[in-house]
C-alpha cells in the first residue's frame, strides 16, 4: 500500500499540469466570464428591470414575491440540485486529460528509456500499472470533482448574492433545501459508475501504450474506426450480393464503448436509462433520479462484459510492459 501511495504521488507530480492546473484555469476563466456578466447585468440592465407579461410590464422582484411559497421553493430546491451543472466545461475536459494521460502513460517510459530505472528498483510491473489505471480512474476525476464543487459553489454564491441585491431573495431557500447538500455527494457517489464505464477504454489506452512502438494515437484510434469502416465495407458487400449482412450496430458499440468511456455521463447513452426516472412535472431535471438511473445501469449485462474486457486488456498491459522495453 505505501508503494502504491507513492506511486500515484508519482503520476500526479509529473501530469500536475494537466490534471491540476489545466481544470483550476478553466475554472477562474469561467468564473471571470460569469463576474462580467453578472457586472454586465447589474450595471446595465439590472436584475429587477419589469417583464411584459400578457402585456403588462411588472417587475420581477414583483413577479417573485406574488409567487407562492411552495413554487419559490420548488424553484430554489431545483437550483440547489443542479448548481453542480455550472461546473460542465471541466467535465467535458476531463475525458481528454485521462484519453492522452493513458495513451502516454506506458510509452513516455519506453521512449525516453527511464523504464530502465523504473525496472531497477524493487516495483513489479503490476503496481505500476495499476497505479496509471487507478489515476486515470480515480485520481483525475477526483481532482475535477473537487475543482468543479468549488466552481460551481463559487458561482452559486456570486449569483444568489447579486440576486439578493436586486431584491430576489432566494439564499435562504437554496440554503435550506437538502438537494443543496445532496449535490456533492451524489457526485460523489458516481464515481464507481463512471470507473465501470471507464474501465474498457482505459484498459484499451493502456494496452495500446505498452505495445505500440510509436504513433500511439494512430494505433489507438485509428486501429478502431479502421475495423468498423472494414466491417461496414463488408456488410455492404455481403447485404448486395450474399442477401445476408452482419450486425453494425453491435461493431459501432464496441467501438464507441472503447473509445468514449471515459465521457462523464456515457452510461445515458449505453445504459437503457428511463428518461422518465429523472425528470419531474415542476423542477424538470431530477438530481436524484439522475442518481438513481445512473445506478441502475450496473444491472446491464454489457457493462459487465466490458468490466472484464477491460481488466483483461490491463493484464495485458501487465504482461506486455515486461518484454517492451525498448525505446
Same mark, same amino acid.
Given at each position: 500500500m505505501n508503494t502504491m501511495k507513492w506511486l500515484l504521488r508519482r503520476e500526479l507530480w509529473e501530469n500536475k499540469g494537466s490534471m491540476v492546473r489545466v481544470p483550476v484555469i478553466?475554472?477562474?476563466?469561467?468564473?471571470?466570464?460569469?463576474?462580467? #456578466?453578472v457586472g454586465y447585468g447589474m450595471f446595465h440592465t439590472g =436584475?429587477?428591470?419589469?417583464?411584459?407579461?400578457? /402585456? $403588462?410590464?411588472?417587475?420581477?422582484?414583483?413577479?417573485w414575491n406574488a409567487m407562492p411559497l411552495e413554487r419559490r421553493a420548488e424553484i430554489a430546491q431545483g437550483l440547489a440540485g443542479a448548481y453542480i451543472a455550472f461546473?460542465?466545461?471541466? =467535465?467535458?475536459?476531463?475525458?481528454?486529460?485521462?484519453f492522452f494521460y493513458c495513451l502516454a502513460a506506458l510509452y513516455d517510459d519506453r521512449r525516453d528509456r527511464s523504464i530502465l530505472f523504473w525496472k531497477s528498483l524493487p516495483i513489479s510491473d503490476r503496481s505500476t500499472v495499476l497505479s496509471k489505471a487507478l489515476t486515470a480512474l480515480c485520481v483525475a476525476p477526483l481532482i475535477t470533482m473537487a475543482v468543479g464543487t468549488a466552481a460551481a459553489l463559487t458561482m452559486l454564491v456570486i449569483g444568489v448574492v447579486m440576486a439578493s441585491f436586486s431584491g430576489l431573495h432566494i439564499a435562504g431557500l437554496v440554503l435550506s433545501s437538502p438537494e443543496f447538500y445532496l449535490a456533492p455527494l451524489r457526485l460523489i457517489g458516481l464515481l464507481p459508475v463512471y470507473i465501470l464505464w471507464a474501465l474498457p477504454t482505459v484498459g484499451w489506452l493502456l494496452m495500446v501504450s505498452s505495445w505500440a512502438r510509436s504513433k500511439v494515437f494512430l494505433w489507438a484510434v485509428g486501429v478502431p474506426l479502421l475495423g468498423l469502416l472494414l466491417v461496414q465495407w463488408f456488410n455492404f458487400m455481403a447485404t448486395n450480393f450474399l442477401g445476408a449482412g452482419l450486425n453494425v450496430k453491435l461493431f459501432e458499440h464496441i467501438v464507441a464503448r472503447g473509445l468514449g468511456g471515459l465521457i462523464p455521463g456515457i452510461w445515458m447513452k449505453f445504459g437503457n436509462v428511463s428518461p422518465? /426516472? #429523472?425528470?419531474? $412535472?415542476?423542477? /424538470?431535471?431530477?438530481?436524484?433520479?439522475?442518481?438513481? $438511473?445512473?445506478?441502475?445501469?450496473?444491472? $446491464?449485462?454489457?457493462?459487465? &462484459?466490458?468490466? &472484464?474486457? /477491460?481488466?483483461?486488456?490491463?493484464?495485458?498491459? #501487465?504482461?506486455?510492459?515486461?518484454?517492451?522495453?525498448?525505446?
Open positions: 478553466i475554472a477562474l476563466t469561467m468564473l471571470a466570464f460569469l463576474i462580467c #456578466m =436584475f429587477g428591470d419589469s417583464v411584459t407579461v400578457n /402585456g $403588462q410590464a411588472l417587475s420581477k422582484v414583483t413577479m461546473a460542465a466545461p471541466l =467535465f467535458l475536459v476531463l475525458p481528454l486529460v485521462s422518465d /426516472g #429523472m425528470l419531474t $412535472q415542476t423542477r /424538470g431535471i431530477d438530481a436524484g433520479g439522475v442518481f438513481a $438511473q445512473s445506478w441502475l445501469t450496473v444491472l $446491464q449485462p454489457g457493462l459487465w &462484459i466490458g468490466v &472484464i474486457a /477491460g481488466a483483461a486488456m490491463i493484464y495485458a498491459a #501487465m504482461r506486455l510492459r515486461r518484454f517492451r522495453d525498448e525505446g
